[in-house]
């Protein structure tokens, strides 16, 4: 837990002093430096930062901590006793900025090399030089995102080098909405056109969702209206490598495909809140395998997780890493310093039972002859009993059926792409041999 | 000026006097051209007789009938027969029609000849009756009472009513947990399914005992449409969802994460299985998408030949699905469609626009609009009246995807949590409070944090709608409609004793300290114990005008019942209350 903690703030401090330190050869021993009046500022900065974090992180680290993490970033962990001393005693703002500035390496801003937007061009990446008239020189990305944002129909003129160097030229652009799929099917057909259904003796639908986003759900309204015109009602739900970034998104993503229930909670520091589903829910009633591997990521895993605790999915493929549990929620600084992300929460799936059978269907797939011969409803009953959980931890997700997945290894002698298609062949097959006959009770449980 | 005045007031008082004398005909115009005064007529339901020659139209604010001659798609007569029409079906002897009169509290028995539609008989029912049901035998109608949240069924022997009446009695009355509309019979006419006019229960009822079997909950609200498809399989409800996971911010109502327009498909089996999985081996589908939203389906269609059409009120378009494919084809109507009526053999579809004061005629099998016929001039509009129209206009929300109607449906409220900010945060939704009577009684919002009507109008089109910037006019419109919405009304009292002694406790407790009479309200904002997500821990005190019409309570739904408000949440009281002071409380704030 602490880990993650300093490990995030590791990433936090060097963003935060990126801008200042970048391009610097950092001396073994931190030497003392001048007090100037951008350095007093920005070890303020700094302070303010510390003092946000406190208030709003979900298991804050204390200040010094944080400065520690800051210099064992910048030192790599050659920090002298002094420093050691120094931040242990830094207990008021002013012992912080004190340190801050005494230990921070020197800086020189002749040496900072300039910053500017990258523009991808043709199919070399360029430099955004100027926007509309406006030198991008110290500009930082959240200005140029803004200067480049606009009204649909609007435009906007770039002066980009294509090269980074060399002859720059002016490109004027119409702005408009930039359609952006977080969910394709099986086979693409045209652009942004895919087929979302693998067929077969029994066709089974294949989606695959590679961002969490706010158009998932959407997206997967509109392929469910699809495969239901086309008789589908087995669904390859590919979450492999699918990220989230919102936790939103994601609650969004689980209310549509779970009929109900609490699908965990939300531990802040505020007090713990239930994220309760309605009862309304995408592929009623179809049989649904679910993909993943160790790069189904965040809220990704968290909804795979819930697939298979609650929806009955059967999960294919590699145990997700378990290690993302984080609600980052976006932080305005003070003045027009930005904005950070910061874990000001912690998203809970499951209690985890006392007694889990920590490999609890992991055995089944590693003799194909077994698995055959696996009673559907022996499968099933153990996959509802109590030992569902992840014998890795409360938040990654072991398959049911374990199947390598496509990511290359030495062991790796196939195509990603031959690979791609065995496992949703797996899928596919897993999916398909899936016979949910709901008992009467099920079905007549009362609301 | 003196003398157009005198002329003004001479003709007020005739119409007065017209009107006092009871039902008359306007104009009996068949066979003759029919002049029609201005008037909003505001056209709600329809009604087909002899193989669908003749198309009988009831308008809610006129509270009259006029006739269609379906042949000439032209009206022929115009019946002024009640104040304020709710509904009308034909019953099965194709001669006898029945109106319902929310404002009067009775139905009428009309029956038509070739001398025109004449008043048989009125029979009182219980107050505010908004919906009428027939069984598919002709034999029974089902009546369902608003604000009195009852539904009575009515025996209709030998399939009809006689011209005295005689045989035109309720038969049974049954007392619902919520205010009723929309209903249908199933299972062979054994079983009438219920549906909440502003929230998402529906229950069952057995309508020959005339027991109560069921109240369940649909994850929707605004349950408009409800009828049985013409195979019997399915029982299609035509309602909005609104998720109290997603914000009202420009993502989630472009992606429809927000709200959702929806045509629900139930088994029938499981709708009257009294225990089962209401949504067990259902369908939903979602109408509209991105670009171009479906706001209040407000009707439901089932065609003989499979199809079905839906009417979008909000937006005002009907969606017919197509024949052997996948989807619906959008047709633009006139202003508001809020209910449909084919003819035999699904030929043409008829579509009334209530906000248009007219009936568009489509093509079924073409898809198109034929004609649409006017059902008058329509007289000029006040304040309220255009801002009535905007109320109920889903392009005023980004996209279409919904109107003020979706979340206040008819000014009430659909019980459900939204999170809008309104409170300067996501993450805490709130209940959607009733406008019913809100006029009056500031400030607005949960928080107190709206100052005056118009500010709310516009941040709830603005923010709440993603909407664009409106006009000064349009929020003074808006606010004039809100304005002239009433409280809905308290409930008689069934033991005046307990309820006086109610009133004796609630001045005990001092609870008019933040609720006193006549508004039960006051201005400004108090910590009551409770808070949001967010902390926020002051509230505006809701008016308690009408209480008993809601459905759950507190800021957030935590109470489900009134009697929670003072047995779980102890509202606003230290000490713990006796069943009987509860039931007095309760007994009292009722009547409100």
Redesign the interface.
């Known amino acids: 837990m602490r880990t993650w903690s300093r490990f995030l703030w590791m990433f936090l401090v060097l963003a935060l002093a990126a801008p200042i330190s970048l391009g610097e050869e950092l001396d073994d021993e931190p030497q003392p430096t001048l007090l100037t009046g951008h350095e007093t500022d920005f070890a303020r900065r700094m302070f303010k930062v510390t003092e946000i974090v406190l208030d709003k992180h979900v298991e804050p680290p204390t200040r010094q901590e944080m400065l520690l993490c800051g210099f064992t970033a910048l030192y790599g962990g050659s920090l002298s006793d002094d420093l050691r001393r120094a931040v242990s005693a830094t207990a008021t703002e002013d012992d912080f900025i004190d340190t801050l500035l005494h230990f921070w390496p020197r800086r020189d801003k002749s040496r900072r090399p300039g910053s500017r937007a990258a523009f991808f061009y043709g199919m070399g990446e360029a430099v955004i030089l100027e926007i509309d008239g406006t030198t991008t020189e110290g500009l930082r990305i959240t200005d140029v995102i803004g200067r480049l944002r606009g009204a649909e129909g609007t435009t906007v003129t770039l002066r980009v080098a294509p090269d980074g160097n060399g002859e720059s030229r002016l490109v004027t652009l119409t702005r408009s909405v930039v359609p952006r799929q977080t969910v394709i099917g099986w086979r693409q057909l045209r652009s942004e056109t895919w087929d979302p259904v693998v067929e077969g003796d029994i066709p089974v639908g294949y989606l695959k969702i590679s961002e969490i986003g706010g158009s998932a759900v959407s997206e997967l309204r509109e392929y469910e209206a699809e495969l239901l015109a086309r008789q589908v009602d087995a669904l390859i739900l590919d979450l492999r490598r699918a990220d989230g970034r919102e936790l939103r998104h994601a609650i969004t993503l689980a209310d549509a495909l779970l009929d109900g229930g609490q699908a965990g909670v939300i531990r802040s520091r505020e007090g713990t809140r239930s994220v309760r589903l309605d009862r309304d829910c995408l592929f009623r009633d179809w049989r649904m395998a679910v993909l993943v591997d160790n790069h189904t990521n965040g809220y990704a895993e968290w909804v795979a997780g819930l697939l298979q605790l609650h929806r009955e999915a059967i999960v294919v493929g590699e145990s997700t890493s378990g290690g993302w549990r984080f609600v980052m929620t976006p932080i305005e600084l003070p003045g027009d310093w930005g904005v950070i992300g910061l874990a000001t929460a912690v998203l809970e799936r499951e209690k985890i039972p006392t007694n889990r059978d920590e490999h609890p269907l992991r055995t089944i797939d590693e003799n194909p002859t077994q698995w055959a011969t696996v009673g559907f409803a022996s499968l099933l009953s153990r996959m509802t009993g109590p030992n569902r959980i992840a014998p890795n931890g409360l938040h990654s997700v072991t398959p049911d059926v374990s199947f390598p997945s496509l990511i290359d290894g030495p062991h790796d002698e196939s195509s990603p792409a031959r690979r791609h298609s065995d496992v949703v062949r797996r899928a596919v097959e897993v999916s398909t041999s899936l016979k949910i006959t709901r008992s009467k009770s099920q079905i007549d449980r009362a609301q | 000026m003196v003398k157009n005045r005198c002329r003004y007031c001479l003709l007020v008082i005739l119409l007065a006097t017209i009107n006092a004398l009871g039902p008359y005909f306007v104009s009996d115009g068949q066979g003759a051209d029919l002049t029609l005064m201005p008037s909003l007529r505001r056209p709600v339901a329809m009604a087909l007789l002899d193989g669908g020659r003749w198309l009988f139209v009831v308008n809610q604010r006129s509270g009259s009938i006029l006739v269609v001659d379906t042949a000439e798609n032209k009206v022929t007569a115009e019946h002024a027969i009640g104040r304020k029409l709710s509904d009308l079906v034909a019953l099965h002897d194709g001669r006898h029609l029945v109106a319902a009169d929310t404002a009067t509290g009775q139905l009428i028995l009309l029956r038509w000849s070739e001398a025109g539609l004449a008043e048989v008989s009125r029979l009182d029912v219980p107050a505010a009756p908004v919906a009428l049901a027939l069984s598919a035998d002709g034999r029974r109608l089902a009546v369902a009472s608003l604000w009195t949240h009852r539904v009575n069924l009515i025996e209709l022997l030998a399939g009809s009513a006689d011209a005295s009446g005689a045989e035109w009695n309720v038969a049974k009355n049954v007392e619902l947990p919520f205010a009723p509309r929309k209903m249908c019979f199933l299972e062979r006419d054994t079983k009438l399914v219920v549906a909440d006019a502003f929230g998402g229960r529906l229950s069952v009822v057995d309508p020959e005992r005339g027991k109560l079997l069921s109240v ?2 649909l ?2 609200h605004n349950l408009r449409g409800l009828a049985l498809s013409a195979d019997g399989r399915w029982l299609l409800i035509a309602h909005q ?1 609104v ?1 109290p ?3 009202a911010d420009r ?2 109502i ?4 927000l709200l959702r327009n929806n045509l629900r498909w139930l088994s029938p089996e ?1 709708v009257a ?1 009294e ?12 109408l509209g ?2 670009g171009n939203g479906a706001a209040d389906p407000a009707a439901v269609l089932a065609l003989s030949d499979g199809r079905v059409a839906v009417a979008l009120a909000g937006v005002d378009a009907v969606l017919l699905s197509r024949t052997g494919a ?2 619906y084809q959008r047709i633009e109507v006139g202003r508001r469609p809020t209910a449909l009526a084919a003819s035999a053999g699904a030929r043409q579809i008829y579509v009334a626009n209530t906000l248009a004061d007219s009936i568009s005629v489509l093509d079924a099998d073409e898809g198109r609009v034929v004609t649409e016929i006017s059902l008058g001039p329509q007289a000029d509009l006040l304040p309220a009246d255009r801002g009535e129209l905007l109320f109920y206009d889903g392009r005023l929300s980004h996209d279409g995807w919904m109107s003020c109607q979706s979340c206040h449906p008819d000014g009430h409220t659909s019980h459900q949590l939204v999170d809008n900010f309104t409170d300067g945060a996501y993450g805490n939704p709130k209940r959607v409070l009733s406008l019913l009577g809100s006029g009056e009684t500031g400030p607005w919002a949960w928080h107190g944090s709206m100052p005056d009507l118009e500010r709310q109008v516009r941040f709830s089109i603005t923010s709440t709608m993603q909407g664009g910037e409106p006009a000064d006019e349009a929020v003074t419109d808006l606010a004039a409609f809100v304005r002239s919405l009433e409280p809905p009304p308290g409930t008689p009292p069934s033991d005046a004793a307990a309820a006086e002694g109610g009133r004796k406790l609630f001045e005990q407790f001092g609870c008019q300290h933040c609720h006193p009479a006549p508004r039960y309200t006051v201005p400004g904002v108090f910590d009551v114990g409770m808070s949001d ?1 967010s ?1 926020h821990a002051e509230f505006n005190p809701p008016s308690l005008r009408g209480v008993a019409q809601r459905d759950r309570y507190f800021h957030d739904n935590r109470a489900e019942t009134l009697a929670d408000v003072f047995s779980k949440f102890r509202h606003p009281l230290s000490r713990e209350l006796t069943r009987q002071e509860i039931d007095a409380l309760v007994s009292f704030l009722r009547t409100l």
């Open positions: 369940r909950e994850p929707g969802a998720s996971l997603a914000r993502e989630d472009h992606w429809g994460t499981y299985g225990h089962a999985n209401l949504l067990a081996a259902s369908r939903l589908e979602f998408g991105t996948v989807g997500e902390g």
